[in-house]
């Protein structure tokens, strides 16, 4: 089995800052790329921002500037430092991880639970 279970989400105010963190678990080999993606109500659910093993980054055009993805592969952990935080941040936040889990399995996506992120005006 395989858990990735998120934290830091909440309620901020627009312009503050909240951090999100995702921890995997259970029997992992090997981490591809890692990341969150986020769905508000009524839309689908979009890439925010991710991360491969050896640090590249990709991030969506709207959190350019403003959200910063990290990870720590010790720790099989990734984080979402999320700054001047908008309305329009308002969303369930997903932690991804494109993993496997035994030599010669195919590398395959797991999902967190969530964690809601409201941004007030």
């Known amino acids: 089995q395989v858990q990735l279970v998120e934290s830091g989400g909440g309620l901020v105010q627009a312009g503050g800052s909240l951090r999100l963190s995702c921890a995997a678990s259970?029997?992992?080999?090997?981490?591809?790329?890692m990341g969150w993606y986020r769905q508000a109500p009524g839309k689908q659910r979009e890439l925010v921002a991710a991360?491969?093993?050896?640090?590249?980054?990709n991030y969506a055009d709207s959190v350019k500037g403003r959200f910063t993805i990290s990870r720590d592969n010790a720790r099989n952990t990734v984080f979402l430092q999320m700054s001047s935080l908008s309305p329009e941040d308002t969303a369930v936040y997903y932690c991804?991880?494109?993993?496997?889990?035994?030599?010669?399995?195919?590398?395959?996506?797991?999902w967190g639970q969530g964690t809601q992120v409201t941004v007030s005006s």
């Open positions: 991804n991880a494109n993993l496997n889990r035994f030599p010669g399995l195919p590398f395959r996506d797991y």
């Open positions: 259970g029997t992992i080999l090997s981490i591809n790329a």
């Open positions: 991360i491969t093993s050896g640090g590249t980054t």
